[in-house]
């Protein structure tokens, strides 16, 4: 199978060092803007060949993976349409798939839209990662074929991935909830400390532990994001106008000083939230980590041992599948923030890449 892919940023360069494992893949061709990541994806022997330009590199490939903002998918079909071989698969991996469906529609090419569920404030080839879409959701949304939808589908899994099927309109609007909208109240409050604070920047000096967890993903591309949201405005609209009035209601409570209804506010949001995953003994939120590892025989286990070899207590382990917002794959929670601290200096001792609750 030969490969294309455009945009070897940090998802495109992931993609590319996935794929560069399998045996099935014999050759893969990028193209981007930065010169420098072609080659340095070359001499790491992730890419067969490079171009920065949509040329006749393209033209004997079987999946062409569209790594860019949306908003440059249509532009990059369009040049594809003019090149690719009749049965190649074109898709990308954009966060919303309504409008990018509705741009190709009238092209001549075999269009699959894709959406893996993982995010990160990181960019560029350089902090690409070989293992990044193992035990992730990985979202298509296409209508034609079902044979080239499963040579996908296969594809997807031997990269370690979930692939799950949903119609473009419901993926829209489930996104523009669990993503999306959060994605702009997160850089709200971050403007909102930008623009309340003092001279001598204090709020941004004390802003620590839950604002910067709450916050993380406003340092996020702001060229994707502003694509994002154009391409799913009327989604995000709308479930900012729910947010809105949630908002204003609580803010009726607070001005009324309605104990009851403030507590219930609180309690329904922390008794939904733990049902995530469990992190909670005796109703007490328990300090955790996420632990990035590869989806290979042992490594778990692996992992694990390094911290019960130094009598640390885990009080629960599981896999995250949904990582837009999240960079870990393996979630480990603790007794104690002493314990969680120590786990966490010997993972980093290990050169394990981990996040942890503040």
């Known amino acids: 199978m030969n490969i294309g892919i455009i945009g070897l ?42 171009t920065n330009s949509i040329d006749n590199n393209f033209s004997n490939l079987d999946i062409v993976f569209l790594c860019t ?23 990308d991996i954009g966060s919303t798939k309504k409008e990018v469906l509705e741009d190709v529609k009238n092209l001549n090419i075999n269009f699959i839209g894709g959406h893996p569920m993982i995010g990160s404030e990181r960019s560029g080839y350089e902090t690409s990662i070989d293992y990044l879409f193992e035990n992730s959701f990985y979202i298509l949304t296409q209508k034609d074929s079902k044979q080239q939808i ?16 949903i119609d473009e309109t419901k993926h829209d609007y489930i996104t523009a909830v669990i993503s999306h909208v959060p994605h702009v109240v997160a850089a709200a409050l971050v403007n909102l400390v930008r623009s309340l604070d003092d001279k ?21 591309d702001p060229i994707m994001w502003q694509h994002i949201c154009i391409t799913n405005k009327e989604e995000i609209s709308q479930i900012l106008d729910i947010l809105i009035k949630n908002l204003q209601s609580f803010k009726n409570t607070l001005d009324q000083s309605d104990k009851d209804a403030i507590f219930n506010y609180f309690s329904d ?32 286990a692996k992992t694990i041992s390094l911290i019960a070899d130094k009598n640390i207590s885990i009080k629960n382990i599981g896999i995250v599948n949904n990582r837009e917002q999240n960079d870990g794959v393996l979630n480990i ?19 394990y890449d981990i996040t942890k609750s503040e």
């Open 9 to 50: 940023g940090f998802m495109g360069g992931s993609l590319a060092k996935s794929l560069s494992k399998l045996e099935e893949v014999n050759k893969i061709v990028a193209y981007d803007l930065d010169l420098n990541s072609l080659i340095k994806a070359k001499d790491d022997g992730v890419i067969s060949d490079y």
């Open 69 to 91: 903002p949306v908003k440059f998918v249509k532009f990059y079909a369009e040049k594809l349409e003019k090149i690719v071989k009749e049965d190649c698969i074109i898709t």
């Open 150 to 165: 499963t040579i996908l589908k296969d594809l997807i899994k031997n990269i370690g991935a979930i692939p799950v099927i």
């Open 200 to 220: 001598n920047e204090t709020m941004k000096m004390l802003a620590a532990g839950g604002f910067k967890d709450t916050t993380r993903i406003a340092s996020s």
């Open 269 to 300: 949001a922390k008794t939904y939230r733990d049902s995530f995953i469990t992190k909670k003994i005796n109703g007490q939120i328990l300090p955790y980590l996420n632990v990035k590892i590869r989806d290979e025989s042992g490594s778990i």
């Open 333 to 351: 929670v603790f007794a104690t923030y002493e314990d969680l601290n120590k786990a966490s200096d010997i993972l980093k001792e290990n050169n």
